[in-house]
């Protein structure tokens, strides 16, 4: 398929905003290009009013850093462009810098399925200037979709308490693309398959599923339809119940069920696609158990999301493997997580690094300036706090304090020497050269499920979930609180 292929295997060099361009022209226009700096992506709230995110895109982003670069088609394109006098608007002297560019940044990153917290880096780009700057827009554009869905599987999973949830998303996800990364994220945040074939292609990704209502429909009963279903697929077969009347569907699993038996096959289970999800799932728990069927799986599925299956649960629903589309792929309650990438420092004349602060009315919005990292500090097994911190060589003693950004009165007392910590940023280009070796799938899976599971259940929980400490480290926090002062003209 066309589309896709371009967008896998082309060069995507130009799916950037158009001003990220005109500033990479007049950066190097004014001798600006080659210019060093620090750009830091973060968001500034977790999704869903979730306690907790898991990131996730790495993987893309990676592609798209490798694959850095201005083809002659996209040149072409570009020359093209002019401006309301009639004029290039870019010069060719830019095209021809353009044409010979290669990536050449610093990125270090959080690997994916790492759970993370707002105003801490995610992902660092060091580099000249102009190509940090070229990275915004696709960056975000990755990240801030992938972390959102795999955030939303995960709140889904640990909700699902250990069951499988089959991801049915593909039909109402947001495009070909949004589906194909759904997919991906939603395995990353714990999903157990995908009914997406070309993801299970492309990814690795299991795919599974049962049968839709149409099935029964091309049948004269659903009994026949059952039977043929069961012909092709004698030790595979999960039946939808609901098409006319569930405890007669029920009923009609079970013979079907009784005869794959007799022949020395075994039915899976069924799926109820409608009404009341706990009741029907309880009438047919007891219909298998009582037809001497114990194993046989209850699947559910329609417009689900964590909050209902974790009522279904309290409701103690007879549930076995949770079916979940639309909700999960297009992040349905919230639609963009919200990260954005900004300037931290620069380089100036004298090649000394300078901390870049953007000032906002809002104190939530000014970023943290500086060259930094994140550490993540553990006591008795379970994370205890994040610090943010300028990485600048400089040993940290071994009791510090850290800040929170947004409320100064709030702080912690870390006995760093004492704790088990890691820093969360890792290298994954070092001038223009990928250095990092990307985990499987699956690893990165189960990276979020053990991460997670080193979280304590307060930050976990759906609602109003207990804040995770964040706090900036002392000095980054009076580097950051003088140079809001200096903006603003206070000193
Ligand atoms: N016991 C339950 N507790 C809470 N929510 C439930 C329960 N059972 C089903 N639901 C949810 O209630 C909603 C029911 O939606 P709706 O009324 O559109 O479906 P339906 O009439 O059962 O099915 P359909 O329209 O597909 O035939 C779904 O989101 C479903 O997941
Ligand atoms: O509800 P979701 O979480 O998106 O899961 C996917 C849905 O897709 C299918 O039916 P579809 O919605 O196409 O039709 P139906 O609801 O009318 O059966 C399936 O039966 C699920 O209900
Ligand atoms: O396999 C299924 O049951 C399935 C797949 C996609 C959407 N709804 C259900
Ligand atoms: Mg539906």
């Given amino acids: 398929m066309k589309i896709t292929k371009d967008l896998y295997h082309g060069s995507l060099a130009l799916l950037t905003d ?3 361009l005109t500033m990479a022209y007049a950066y190097w226009k004014s001798g600006k290009a080659d210019q060093q700096a620090v750009f830091n992506l973060f968001f500034r709230k977790n999704p869903f009013q979730s306690g907790f995110t898991v990131a996730a895109g790495l993987d893309y982003v990676i592609d798209f850093c490798r694959n850095f670069k201005f083809e002659e088609n996209d040149l072409e394109y570009l020359q093209q462009m002019t401006q309301k006098d009639g004029t290039p608007t870019f010069e060719e002297g830019f095209i021809q810098y353009l044409r010979e560019l290669k990536f050449s940044c610093d990125v270090d990153a959080v690997e994916e399925g790492t759970v993370i917290f707002p105003n801490t880096p995610m992902v660092r780009v060091r580099g000249p200037l102009l190509q940090c700057q070229l990275l915004e827009t696709p960056l975000l554009n990755i990240i801030n979709f992938q972390t ?5 599987a995960s709140r889904i999973s640990l909700e699902a308490k250990g069951d499988p949830v089959l991801e049915f998303g593909l039909r109402r996800a947001q495009g070909i693309d949004g589906a194909l ?16 074939v070309m993801a299970g292609k492309l ?3 299991p795919v599974s599923g049962t049968h839709a209502h149409s099935w029964i429909m091309a049948f004269d009963t659903e009994l026949e339809a059952f039977e043929a279903y069961a012909e092709a697929f004698p030790d595979n077969c999960i039946f939808l119940v609901d098409t006319y009347d569930t405890l007669k569907g029920i009923q009609n699993a079970i013979k079907v069920g009784q005869s794959l038996k007799a022949k020395g096959k075994k039915m899976l289970g069924i799926r109820i696609d409608s009404g009341d999800l706990a009741y029907y799932s ?30 279904l649960k309290m409701q103690e629903a007879a549930i076995d493997i949770w079916g979940i589309g639309t909700k999960l792929v297009t992040a349905y309650d919230q639609p963009a997580l919200g990260a954005v990438y900004k300037m931290a420092a620069i380089k100036n004349e004298k090649g000394d690094w300078v901390p870049k602060l953007k000032v906002s009315q809002q104190a939530v919005k000014i970023n943290i300036p500086g060259f930094q990292n994140v550490r993540r500090f553990y006591k008795n097994g379970k994370a205890m706090a994040d610090m943010v911190y300028l990485e600048n060589g400089e040993k940290l003693p071994d009791e510090i304090t850290i800040i929170d950004p947004n409320d100064p009165t709030k702080r912690k007392k870390i006995q760093s020497g004492a704790l088990e910590s890691k820093v969360l940023l890792k290298s994954i280009f070092k001038e223009g050269e990928k250095v990092y070796t990307r985990p499987k799938l699956d690893e990165i899976r189960e990276k979020t499920l053990t991460g997670l599971g080193r979280f304590d259940k ?9 804040i995770y400490p964040v706090g900036l480290e ?18």
């Fill in 282 to 311: 309880n009438v047919a728990r007891e219909m298998l158990d009582e037809a001497g069927f114990p194993d046989a799986k209850v699947v559910a599925s329609n417009d689900l999301d964590e909050h209902i299956l974790s009522s």
């Fill in 181 to 196: 990364a759904a997919s991906r994220a939603s395995y990353i945040g714990g999903c157990s398959s995908t009914s997406n």
């Fill in 18 to 20: 158009f001003y990220q």
């Fill in 203 to 205: 990814f690795g990704i």
């Fill in 458 to 466: 307060a930050h976990k929980r759906l609602i109003n979930p207990h």
């Fill in 148 to 152: 959102l869905v795999a955030t939303k």
């Fill in 474 to 491: 002392e000095s980054l926090y009076h580097l950051r609180t003088d140079l809001v002062l200096k903006a603003k003209n206070y000193h």
